[in-house]
């Protein structure tokens, strides 16, 4: 630009020098020579100008570029930071969540033992309760046996003490019938003048007497039939008292066994 503002000048100089000279063809050329020079000098302050633009865009390109590049770096390390942030952060959470699992399956852990220590303590109970109670049963029908028993014993007692006097009391009919009868037989015979030595009369003593004792054996067999009538009917009472009280025990021990097990 500097350079062309004289070399206008100086073709404007020249032309206004020769204008005395000259014909007005000459000063069209020098008006059209100064046409040219202020063009060209239009051009290059044009020229000048695009290529301050050209450069002042360049430098805002760059600026820009350098700004965009350095927000992206800022950005980038924010990013990275913050995703280090919420790392740390979700590994504490973590770390947070899974301390409260263990925290609850611990606090689940001890209600279930207590829960399981309270189910077999009831468990435990309730079999001891469900025992007590079979005992009970099984003690009550043999306090009642062992009362029927004694009772039976005390009846078979009063019988077999019954028995035994009207034994006695029969032996002792016996015995007088026996003496009454030999007493008349006797006098029977001596007033025919027969004596019990004879050979008749002791016959006839001796049928008294056997028929005698043959009444009292019948009377002692019938005596030991009854006796063990009794004694028979109380080992019986016993027998059936144990196969009770054994069918009891098993119906229980199953009972216990499928309650329980």
Excluded: C
Excluded at 59 to 85: D, I, M, V
Aim: glycine share 4%.
């Amino acid at each position: 630009m500097t350079t062309a503002l004289p070399l206008a000048n100086s073709v404007i100089g020249t032309v206004r020098n020769a204008g005395s000279a000259s014909s007005s063809a000459a000063t069209q050329q020098a008006a059209a020579q100064q046409a040219a020079a202020e063009l060209d000098y239009k051009r290059q302050q044009d020229a000048a100008q695009a290529a301050a633009a050209q450069a002042a865009l360049e430098q805002k390109y760059r600026e820009e570029a350098t700004a965009a590049e350095r927000n992206a770096q800022a950005a980038a390390t924010a990013r990275q930071q913050q995703a280090q942030l919420e790392a740390e952060a979700q590994a504490r959470q973590w770390a947070h969540d899974a301390e409260l699992r263990q925290q609850e399956q611990e606090l689940q852990r001890q209600k279930d033992e207590t829960a399981a220590a309270a189910a077999a303590a009831a468990r435990a109970k309730e079999m001891d309760d469900f025992r007590g109670a079979q005992e009970q049963t099984l003690a009550q029908l043999r306090a009642g046996q062992e009362e029927a028993v004694r009772a039976r014993e005390t009846d078979s007692q009063t019988q077999l003490a019954q028995l035994t006097a009207a034994a006695d009391a029969a032996e002792q009919r016996r015995l007088a019938a026996l003496r009454q009868a030999v007493s008349k037989t006797r006098a029977g015979l001596g007033a025919r003048g027969v004596t019990a030595q004879d050979g008749s009369g002791e016959a006839i003593l001796l049928g008294l007497t056997n028929s005698s004792e043959t009444e009292r054996k019948d009377a002692q067999a019938t005596d030991q039939l009854k006796r063990a009538a009794i004694q028979q009917g109380l080992d019986d009472a016993k027998r059936r008292n144990l196969l009770e009280l054994s069918q009891l025990a098993d119906r229980q021990r199953l009972e216990y066994m499928s309650k329980f097990f």
